[in-house]
């Protein structure tokens, strides 16, 4: 009975054995693992005698073979006694035999290679190890898994550049593929890692990996010894292939007279020192132009002042002293009127009916200082404040000695003026008795021609020439003068808006310039009588009135005849019917009454005057004159 | 299965990272110029629609590598999985050529056409890789986008290679080829033990098949545009 048990035993043993070693059938796969992982638990197991697979490789997917390990240590065995078998799966069944390897010897020992006839690619293969007819181990694989290639072959090093300072250098490694891998074919594509360090180092430093076959290598220190080395692999796997043979990289030695160290520039020494630099001197300056400073952020309130006056004068009273400078700025006044530089003007200014009630204009007429008289006509009035020594105040000028004027530039034209009526005199001296009409006509036919072509100019300045002529003899006769009206007319608007005085006293005044009473003005006649106060209308003929209305047309010019010296107001009013253009010049030869009514307020700068509106001359009032005396006038206008 | 856990909140990431950039290499690959759809007169060269489709090619087989490799540390471990995926794939049955020798001697027109018999034939399993992995419970986010990749690329692999055959090989326009793959059923079983199996062979199949087509490509790249002297 023990030994039917015993034999029973080694019965099952047997069978189990058996049965273990028929566990390739292809059929029954699973249960291998299961088998290997309890023969084979672990790696560290392998003093347990059985042989068992290193690693199975193929170096370029074309062959591949497989090693293990021999576990017999024991040296009992038969070390022939192990086998390989391998099978392949063509088709879907597993219906090959397991084969035994075909190549023990070129792998090497406890190895198996398969040539490339025995190799096929995405074919699944499973191989076992058998030991003395059992199954010690087994594996499956496919062949695109186990892909480990060569190392790279032909290592060298070039250099590419040494840094400036002669520190540093880099190179450029080269190598060639595995000469099995058919890379050329593109059968399989590697990619290969490069790894170096100092001879004396034990870490090597990796890079990454590339494709191509050479790769450069930066920042190599000069002095030192660099090994590098390179190692490829398939590029879709994992695994990499044996490292190549080491290279020795031995770089020229450093040129003595190269820097110890890496000399940086200071860059954050200037930046540091520059900023204080700049700090200081910031401060210096704002200290230095503090006040302009303060000045520039907090300017001052403008505080009410005249140029030039110190407020202090005010203070103190000295009205004097800031006139003084009142007037000097008023100088500096533009000149407003440029066209007419011989006209007069006259300021209305309020101020004007207190300096009258202080001081008449009568005195200051009858007074027989010129310049004073001056300043009336031209109505100048010191204390306003103002100067009135405009350019074209010839007249003023002329006389004008007066502190608050100016007069330096005016000197000339009165000086002129003067010398014109000089020589209006000396014509006169020299034409003697030559009959007025002679010397009238020729000054009227200026006026009177070039009234006709309306050119206000000409006649302007013959009227100034007249007025000029009228004022003196008006002057000079205090007696006359002091029969001549306050008033004085209108007798143009300039264009300008200044008024335009009438010279029509100065047929009254009889006064001429020059040294000769009876000669009037010397455009009129000799015979003109002197004790009237008032030229006669026959004088007026004679002389001529170049102090029109403003609105008389020039149109009654044409009509004056030489022997009509006549002039009546109804000549006068066919001319005021007309539209009057305020720059129309005085026509000539016009007697102008002393008071006139308006007629039409034509424009702003127009006033038609009604001579109409005088009373025809009475007999009464009409001597041989045609004008009417102030007392006359007064007994007519209500 | 504390391991599951941990793997699956750190794993989940770092599969992430990858596969952005891998999404990125997409991009690289779909930022080259392309032909518009129907354009008579526009002509690729043939190097550069033999570089794109190796670059392709190679993309896809990349995520299918890690696909694998992330299915088989998630689910197949202890399971042997390994030894019983010796099992076909459904493009065995394609007679494609098994290595260095039957490769260069096959005609490059019926070499391409081969792979354009693969590559349709991996049409619909890739279809309903997607589906099933999405309805996997706790499906994981790098096998599911990977799976989404690999079947776009994979379409626009096959447009590529139809337009290198119509101009390496053109007016032959062969009948369309292809295995039937029927793995369906066994994606969809109940037992989660066939089930896992099923996806680990046709993961393993895929990374496979990827592999063949990559080689293939690579080959005839070498072959038809550069001589065999790359």
């Given at each position: 009975m023990?030994?039917?048990?015993?034999?029973?035993?080694?019965?099952?043993?047997?069978?189990?054995?058996?049965?273990?070693?028929?566990?390739?059938?292809?059929?029954?796969?699973?249960?291998?693992?299961?088998?290997?992982?309890?023969?084979?638990?672990?790696?560290?197991?392998?003093?347990?005698?059985?042989?068992?697979?290193?690693?199975?490789?193929?170096?370029?997917?074309?062959?591949?073979?497989?090693?293990?390990?021999?576990?017999?240590?024991?040296?009992?065995?038969?070390?022939?006694?192990?086998?390989?078998?391998?099978?392949?799966?063509?088709?879907?069944?597993?219906?090959?035999?397991?084969?035994?390897?075909?190549?023990?010897?070129?792998?090497?020992?406890?190895?198996?290679?398969?040539?490339?006839?025995?190799?096929?690619?995405?074919?699944?293969?499973?191989?076992?190890?058998?030991?003395?007819?059992?199954?010690?181990?087994?594996?499956?694989?496919?062949?695109?898994?186990?892909?480990?290639?060569?190392p790279p072959i032909g290592l060298n090093w070039t250099l590419l550049n040494i840094s400036l300072t002669g520190i540093h250098a880099d190179i450029q490694v080269r190598w060639e593929p595995p000469p099995n891998a058919d890379v050329q074919k593109g059968w399989i594509v590697l990619e290969y890692e490069l790894q170096y360090k100092e001879v004396n180092e034990s870490q090597w430093k990796m890079m990454d990996p590339?494709?191509?076959?050479?790769?450069?290598?930066?920042?190599?220190?000069?002095?030192?010894?660099?090994?590098?080395?390179?190692?490829?692999?398939?590029?879709?796997?994992?695994?990499?292939?044996?490292?190549?043979?080491?290279?020795?990289?031995a770089l020229p030695q450093m040129s003595p007279f190269a820097c110890e160290e890496d000399f940086q520039f200071p860059w954050f020494l200037i930046i540091i020192f520059g900023i204080f630099g700049l700090t200081m001197i910031l401060f210096l300056f704002i200290f230095s132009k503090q006040q302009r400073i303060k000045m520039l952020i907090l300017p001052p309130v403008p505080v009410p002042k005249i140029k030039g006056i110190d407020p202090d004068l005010l203070k103190e009273g000295k009205l004097e002293e800031v006139n003084t400078i009142l007037a000097i700025h008023d100088n500096y006044k533009p000149e407003f009127y440029n066209d007419d530089s011989w006209v007069e003007f006259i300021e209305l200014d309020i101020d004007d009916a207190d300096e009258k009630t202080e001081g008449s204009d009568t005195d200051r007429l009858l007074s027989n200082d010129h310049e004073k008289s001056l300043n009336i006509l031209g109505a100048k009035d010191d204390d306003?404040?103002?100067?009135?020594?405009?350019?074209?105040?010839?007249l003023e000028t002329d006389f004008n000695a007066s502190d608050v004027c100016d007069g330096t530039s005016e000197v000339p034209q009165p000086q002129r003026l003067k010398g014109e009526v000089d020589l209006l005199c000396l014509d006169q001296k020299n034409q003697n008795n030559l009959p007025s009409t002679d010397t009238a006509p020729t000054t009227q036919q200026p006026s009177v021609i070039l009234a006709k072509e309306n050119k206000p100019r000409p006649l302007v300045i013959s009227g100034t020439e007249s007025t000029h002529q009228a004022a003196h003899p008006q002057l000079s006769n205090p007696s006359s003068l002091a029969n001549i009206d306050f008033y004085a007319q209108v007798s143009d608007i300039t264009p300008a808006g200044s008024v335009v005085l009438s010279p029509g006293q100065k047929n009254k005044a009889g006064i001429s310039p020059c040294d000769r009473p009876p000669e009037v003005v010397s455009l009129c006649q000799a015979n003109f009588i002197m004790d009237s106060a008032y030229f006669c209308e026959a004088d007026a003929k004679k002389c001529i009135t170049v102090a029109p209305h403003a609105e008389v047309e020039s149109r009654v010019e044409p009509s004056f005849n030489q022997e009509d010296m006549y002039i009546t107001t109804e000549s006068l009013t066919t001319t005021a019917g007309r539209s009057g253009t305020a720059e129309r010049a005085p026509s000539s030869g016009m007697p102008v009454p002393d008071y006139t009514s308006i007629h039409i307020v034509q424009s702003p700068r127009g006033l038609v005057l009604n001579a109409t509106a005088l009373p025809l001359p009475d007999k009464e009032f009409l001597s041989s004159c045609g004008y009417v005396s102030t007392d006359q006038l007064n007994k007519i206008m209500p | 299965m504390d391991n599951k856990g941990w793997s699956l909140k750190a794993g989940s990431l770092l599969p992430l990272l990858l596969l952005v950039s891998e999404l990125l290499?997409?991009?690289?690959?779909?930022?080259?110029?392309?032909?518009?759809?129907?354009?008579?007169?526009?002509?690729?060269?043939?190097?550069?629609?033999?570089?794109?489709?190796?670059?392709?090619?190679?993309?896809?087989?990349n995520l299918s590598s890690e696909m694998f490799n992330e299915f088989d540390k998630r689910y197949a471990q202890g399971r042997g999985?390994?030894?019983?995926?010796?099992?076909?794939?459904?493009?065995?049955?394609?007679?494609?050529?098994?290595?260095?020798?039957?490769?260069?001697?096959?005609?490059?027109?019926?070499?391409?056409?081969?792979?354009?018999?693969?590559?349709?034939?991996?049409?619909?399993?890739?279809?309903?890789?997607?589906?099933?992995?999405?309805?996997?419970?706790?499906?994981?986010?790098?096998?599911?986008?990977?799976?989404?990749?690999?079947?776009?690329?994979?379409?626009?692999?096959?447009?590529?290679?139809?337009?290198?055959?119509?101009?390496?090989?053109?007016?032959?326009?062969?009948?369309?080829?292809?295995?039937?793959?029927?793995?369906?059923?066994?994606?969809?079983?109940?037992?989660?033990?066939?089930?896992?199996?099923?996806?680990?062979?046709?993961?393993?199949?895929?990374?496979?098949?990827?592999?063949?087509?990559?080689?293939?490509?690579?080959?005839?790249?070498?072959?038809?545009?550069?001589?065999?002297?790359?």
């Open positions: 023990d030994l039917w048990q015993l034999l029973l035993t080694l019965a099952v043993a047997g069978s189990g054995s058996a049965v273990s070693g028929s566990e390739a059938a292809p059929a029954i796969l699973g249960r291998p693992s299961q088998s290997l992982q309890r023969v084979n638990p672990g790696p560290g197991t392998n003093s347990s005698g059985k042989p068992k697979f290193t690693k199975c490789r193929s170096p370029e997917l074309e062959t591949f073979s497989c090693h293990w390990t021999d576990g017999v240590r024991h040296g009992l065995k038969n070390p022939g006694s192990v086998q390989l078998f391998y099978i392949r799966r063509s088709t879907q069944e597993w219906t090959q035999e397991w084969k035994e390897c075909p190549d023990y010897v070129s792998a090497g020992e406890n190895s198996c290679y398969f040539n490339s006839s025995y190799t096929s690619i995405w074919i699944p293969y499973c191989i076992k190890l058998t030991s003395n007819g059992g199954t010690v181990d087994q594996k499956c694989f496919s062949v695109e898994e186990i892909v480990q290639p060569d590339v494709l191509s076959t050479s790769v450069p290598v930066y920042s190599l220190r000069l002095d030192k010894e660099y090994e590098v080395r390179v190692r490829s692999r398939q590029r879709n796997s994992e695994k990499y292939g044996e490292f190549s043979e080491v290279l020795y990289v306003s404040g103002r100067t009135s020594c405009y350019e074209p105040d010839i | 290499l997409g991009q690289s690959v779909a930022s080259l110029p392309i032909c518009p759809t129907g354009a008579v007169s526009c002509q690729v060269s043939l190097r550069d629609l033999f570089d794109r489709a190796v670059i392709l090619s190679h993309y896809i087989h999985f390994i030894t019983k995926a010796i099992n076909s794939c459904h493009t065995s049955s394609l007679s494609t050529p098994e290595d260095k020798e039957q490769a260069q001697q096959i005609h490059h027109e019926d070499l391409l056409n081969l792979i354009l018999r693969v590559l349709r034939s991996w049409n619909d399993p890739l279809y309903h890789l997607v589906t099933e992995v999405r309805g996997m419970q706790e499906a994981p986010d790098s096998i599911l986008s990977r799976a989404i990749e690999i079947e776009e690329q994979n379409r626009r692999l096959l447009e590529g290679m139809e337009k290198i055959v119509g101009q390496v090989h053109p007016g032959v326009k062969e009948n369309e080829v292809y295995s039937v793959w029927s793995g369906l059923p066994s994606l969809q079983m109940a037992d989660e033990d066939t089930r896992l199996f099923a996806f680990y062979n046709l993961l393993h199949c895929l990374r496979r098949d990827s592999h063949k087509i990559d080689n293939y490509l690579k080959l005839l790249k070498c072959r038809i545009v550069y001589d065999s002297n790359c």
